[in-house]
C-alpha cells in the first residue's frame, strides 16, 4: 500500500517536473486563448459592419426623400452660352429633355460634363447655329420646362393619370 501511495505522489511530482508536459500545457492555453480573443473581436468587427451596413441604409433612404431644387444657371460668355444645371435625379432621362430643348432653340452643344451619381447635375456649352436671338431667358425657360415636363411624365402627371 505505501508503495502504492509513493508511487501515485512520485508519479504526479514527476509530471510536475517534467518541462515538456508543463510546456505542451501551457501553450495550448495560450492557443486557445488566442483562439478566443480573435473570435471576440471576430463578433466586434460584424457588429461594427451591421452597425455601418444600418447606417448606410439609413443615409440612402433620407437622400431619396431630400427635395433638392432645381437649379439653371445660364451665361453668354462671347457667341457662347453656358449652362449650368442641377436638380434631384428622379425624373428618368433629363439629359435627353434638355439635349432636345437645346436643338429646339437652335443650340448646338460643343462641350458638356454629366454626373448622375445622387443628384443630376450638367455643365454644357452651346453655341447658337444662326443669327438666331436666343437669349439667356429663353434658354433658361426652357431648361426648366423640360426638367419640368419629363419629371412629371415620369410621375404619371401627364396626360391626366
Known amino acids: 500500500m505505501a508503495t502504492k501511495l509513493l508511487r501515485r505522489t512520485g508519479s504526479a511530482s514527476s509530471r510536475k517536473l517534467n518541462?515538456?508536459?508543463?510546456?505542451r500545457g501551457s501553450i495550448i492555453k495560450n492557443v486557445v486563448l488566442h483562439f478566443y480573443k480573435l473570435?471576440?473581436?471576430l463578433?466586434?468587427?460584424?457588429?461594427?459592419?451591421q452597425n455601418l451596413r444600418v447606417i448606410r441604409n439609413e443615409?440612402?433612404?433620407?437622400?431619396?426623400h431630400i427635395q433638392i431644387p432645381k437649379e439653371?444657371?445660364?451665361?453668354?460668355?462671347?457667341?457662347?452660352?453656358?449652362?449650368?444645371v442641377s436638380c434631384s435625379k428622379r425624373g428618368g432621362d433629363k439629359l435627353v429633355s434638355i439635349l432636345e430643348a437645346?436643338?429646339?432653340?437652335?443650340?448646338d452643344v460643343v462641350r458638356a460634363s454629366v454626373?448622375?451619381?445622387h443628384l443630376?447635375?450638367?455643365?454644357?456649352?452651346?453655341?447658337?447655329r444662326g443669327q438666331q436671338g436666343t437669349g439667356i431667358r429663353d434658354i433658361t425657360d426652357a431648361v426648366v420646362k423640360a426638367i419640368d415636363e419629363k419629371a412629371r411624365w415620369e410621375d404619371g402627371d401627364v396626360l391626366g393619370t
Not at 463578433?43 to 459592419?49: D, I, T
Not at 443615409?59 to 431619396?64: D, N, R, S
Not at 457667341?79 to 449650368?84: C, G, N, Q, T
Request: glycine share 4%; hydrophobic share 40%; with cysteine.
Open 72 to 84: 439653371v444657371k445660364v451665361e453668354k460668355i462671347g457667341e457662347e452660352f453656358v449652362v449650368r
Open 59 to 64: 443615409y440612402f433612404t433620407l437622400l431619396k
Open 43 to 49: 463578433e466586434e468587427v460584424q457588429r461594427e459592419c
Open 102 to 107: 437645346f436643338d429646339e432653340l437652335g443650340l
Open 115 to 117: 454626373s448622375c451619381s
Open 19 to 23: 518541462p515538456k508536459s508543463a510546456k
Open 120 to 128: 443630376f447635375s450638367m455643365e454644357a456649352i452651346a453655341v447658337a
Open 39 to 41: 473570435k471576440v473581436k
